[in-house]
C-alpha cells in the first residue's frame, strides 16, 4: 500500500501531546528541519525523544529541547548542547545517557522484532545498578531492551510515491534504523518523484516501512 503523501501540519496534528518520538539525524544532518519546526509552531508538549544528539541551540531537535516540549530524552550524549545540559541539572528533563553503538542497535532491536541487545558496556559499573546480566563463553553482558517509538520522524533526500527512500551521504545515519522502529513512519523528503526515478539499488528504507510522506514535488 502506498504512504499518504500530506500537508505537513496535518501530518504533526497526529501527534498528541506525551508521545514517544524517534528522530532521525546526527547533529542535525539527515533530520527533518520541517517537521521539528512544526512540531515547536503547534507546541507538542511532554515529548519522550529518542535521538543520537540534541544537536546545537537553535538547530534541529535542539529547538524543541529550548522550547522546553522534551520531558524525557534517551540519547548518546549532550555535550554540543548547553540547554540540554542546564534543563538535566535543573530536572526538568529526564535524560538516558546511552553510547552511541547500543543506542543504535537498541533502535533496531525494536525495529525486527527483538526483545534487546546483550552489550559489555557498563559492566561492573553504575550503569549496570537494576539491570540484568548475562554471562556468554565467559564474559559478561548487560541486557538493554529495544527500544521504540509511537512516531518516527525522518530525513531523506528522495522519495517516491510508493515511499522508497534514499538518503545522501552522512545523512544515512539513524533514519533507516528509526523507520522501522515505531507504530508510525513520517518521511520528510527533499523531493518526491515517481516510481522508477530512484534506482533500486540506491533505496535503503523501502516504502512498506513508511505511512506519511511529507515533502516537495520535485519542479518541471
Known sequence: ?????????????????????????????????????????????????????????GVGVGKLIAAGLVRTLFTSHIGTNPQTQQLMLEGRIDVT?????????RIRAGGVGLGGVLTPTGVGTLVAEGKQTIELDGRAYLLEPA????????????????????????????????????????????????????PPDVVVTPGVLVHYLIGRERST
Open 147 to 198: 527500544l521504540k517509538a509511537d512516531f518516527s520522524l525522518i530525513g531523506a533526500k528522495r522519495a517516491d510515491y510508493y515511499g522508497n527512500l534514499e538518503y545522501a551521504f552522512t545523512a544515512r545515519n539513524f533514519n533507516p534504523l528509526m523507520a522501522m522502529a515505531s507504530a508510525t513512519t513520517m518521511a520528510e523528503a527533499q523531493d518526491i518523484v515517481p516510481l522508477g526515478v530512484i
Open 97 to 105: 545517557l546511552i553510547p552511541q553503538g547500543p543506542l543504535a542497535e
Open 1 to 57: 500500500m502506498k504512504p499518504k503523501v500530506i500537508p505537513l501540519s496535518d501530518a504533526v496534528a497526529m501527534i498528541p501531546d506525551g508521545a514517544r518520538l524517534m528522530i532521525g539525524g546526527f547533529m542535525g544532518v539527515g533530520s527533518p528541519m520541517r517537521l521539528v519546526d512544526e512540531l515547536l509552531r503547534q507546541a507538542r508538549r511532554d515529548l519522550t525523544l529518542i535521538a543520537n544528539d540534541t544537536a546545537r541551540p
